[in-house]
């Protein structure tokens, strides 16, 4: 009971219902970042439907090792996240501080990877502006998009790996109790991150690659 | 002590087979991505991300398990999007 009494707040009659409002409040929020996601993807559509050509020039000179190793550490991340806030959702409190400190490790792996990566960018020139390497100049265009949305992926990232290390920490310390709704909000944001960089894998680095 | 062991495994199997299956895609997206499809490249590419994501949004995200209210909710940004994507398309894609 006391458990119970810990994880629910005002003005939810039970924890079920709470649950149900967390998600819907974390979905209403995740409907506002598709659409200014979807807003970034749009201009990449219609740039690459202007310059064809420049967009398969530029999109070679992305690295596609990092692209799909960091693909599938974050799909990695998204599988120990789901299990955390499985695990929380059944009170297993061993279980779930694991996997938030898994989910936590492999957010900043990819961060590591995306460093090495932007390291071998900038070495390489391809930053938009003057004495930019590659023609035509539309090249620039897709460069711009590539450290935008990578930039404001990692953003969101940076966001996540914050979150769910200090529900981690809150969990241990006996801040946060164990069958708290948190952990199910924390887990829709932490996917939500994962799906955009799904769609930025084909968009950034898969197009080029036969020719 | 064993029992909840065998417990905590239990809550990796699904998730778990849902893992591979993404990480398969994976494979095969980089995999289709050097063989000269022409335009089918980005065709695949595009529709084995969709598949990743709607697996990541049914399965992770519990939408399989949700109520008709989350659905709801999940459904009304891919509404605005689809908007925003159609209105979008046909004013550059009918330019002449």
Redesign the interface.
């Known amino acids: 009971m006391s458990e119970q009494s810990a994880a629910l707040h005002e003005p939810w009659p039970s924890l079920e219902r709470q649950r149900e409002a967390v998600s819907f409040g974390v979905w209403t929020f995740l409907a506002s970042e598709v659409l200014f996601f979807g807003a970034l993807f749009l201009s990449y559509a219609v740039y690459r439907n202007l310059y064809p050509q420049a967009f398969t020039i530029a999109a070679r000179q992305t690295d596609i090792f990092y692209g799909a190793l960091n693909t599938a550490i974050l799909l990695t991340s998204s599988l120990t996240m789901v299990v955390a806030s499985r695990s929380a959702k059944e009170s297993f409190r061993r279980m779930t501080l694991w996997c938030l400190a898994a989910t936590t490790m492999l957010g900043l792996a990819f961060l590591v990877c995306k460093g090495f990566e932007y390291r071998d960018d900038i070495l390489k020139g391809l930053i938009p502006g003057p004495n930019f390497p590659l023609h035509p100049a539309e090249t620039q265009i897709f460069w711009t998009f590539y450290w935008v949305a990578t930039g404001i992926h990692a953003v969101h990232l940076i966001i996540g790996i914050g979150i769910v290390s200090t529900a981690a920490v809150r969990l241990y310390r006996g801040r946060l109790p164990i069958n708290a709704s948190a952990f199910a909000g924390i887990a829709l944001y932490w996917h939500l991150v994962d799906i955009i960089w799904i769609i930025l894998l084909p968009l950034l680095y898969l197009i080029g690659r036969a020719s | 002590m064993n029992l909840?062991g065998n417990?905590?495994l239990r809550?990796?199997i699904g998730?778990?087979a849902?893992?591979v299956a993404?990480?398969l895609l994976?494979a095969a997206?980089?995999g289709v991505?050097?063989?000269?499809?022409g335009i089918f490249?980005?065709i695949i590419?595009?529709i084995?991300?969709a598949v990743?994501?709607t697996l990541?949004?049914v399965?992770?995200?519990e939408l399989q398990s949700?109520?008709a209210?989350?659905r709801l909710?999940?459904l009304?940004?891919?509404f605005?999007?689809i908007l925003?994507?159609s209105l979008?398309?046909g004013d550059?894609?009918t330019r002449q």
């Open positions: 909840a417990t905590t809550l990796w998730p778990g849902v893992w993404l990480l994976l997206t980089v991505a050097y063989l000269p499809l490249n980005t590419s595009l084995i991300a990743k994501v990541v949004m399965f992770f995200m949700s109520s209210l989350i909710a999940a009304a940004g891919m605005w999007l925003l994507f979008t398309a550059y894609l």
